[in-house]
């Protein structure tokens, strides 16, 4: 069990933040400590947990090692951002929209892998922050992605739970 959770769901997990890392650095977003600090602290809990998850069921020696090197490379890729904020780029007056943009593409992704509606709804909602105009579009457009997003999620958590509880 400890390899499917490892293989499928740390390596989907950090392929999703390594795009997230390449967006937030290219758009400005590493430029604020607090943000470098708040995006580590909600990247770090899923290789931990499958650290966990590996020394609690191993096989063999040889799957243990195989493992605890997946989770190795997944904590440096979430450790990645520490790095990345010496060089970052500074948030331009469009941040906001790229981040809606990147949430819309997210939330499009989500239609075959449902559980990336929680970081479309996350960057959503973080984007008025970033925008610097807020006109009325950009309100509509982030409150569409929003509501679309938290739409998608309720849906196919209660085919979920219909699947695994049945009625």
Do not use: C
């Amino acid at each position: 069990m400890a390899g499917v959770f490892t293989i499928l769901v740390l390596g989907g997990f950090t392929l999703v933040n390594l795009l997230l890392q390449l967006v937030f650095y290219f758009n400005g977003q590493y430029s604020r400590p607090g943000f470098v600090r708040s995006h580590i602290y909600w990247t770090l809990p899923i290789p931990l947990i499958t650290l966990l998850l590996v020394l609690w069921d191993h096989a063999s020696v040889a799957d243990l090692s195989m493992n605890f090197g997946l989770v190795l490379i997944a904590v440096a890729l979430a450790l990645l951002p520490l790095q990345l904020k010496n060089s970052a780029k500074v948030a331009g007056p469009q941040a906001g929209w790229r981040l809606l943009a990147t949430s819309a593409l997210l939330l499009l992704l989500a239609n075959f892998i449902w559980p990336l509606t929680i970081p479309a709804m996350l960057i959503a909602w973080s984007a008025s922050d970033w925008q610097q105009r807020k006109e009325n579009g950009f309100k509509l457009s982030r409150i569409v992605l929003l509501l679309a997003a938290l739409g998608l999620t309720l849906y196919e958590g209660f085919q979920a739970w219909q699947h695994f509880f049945g009625a």
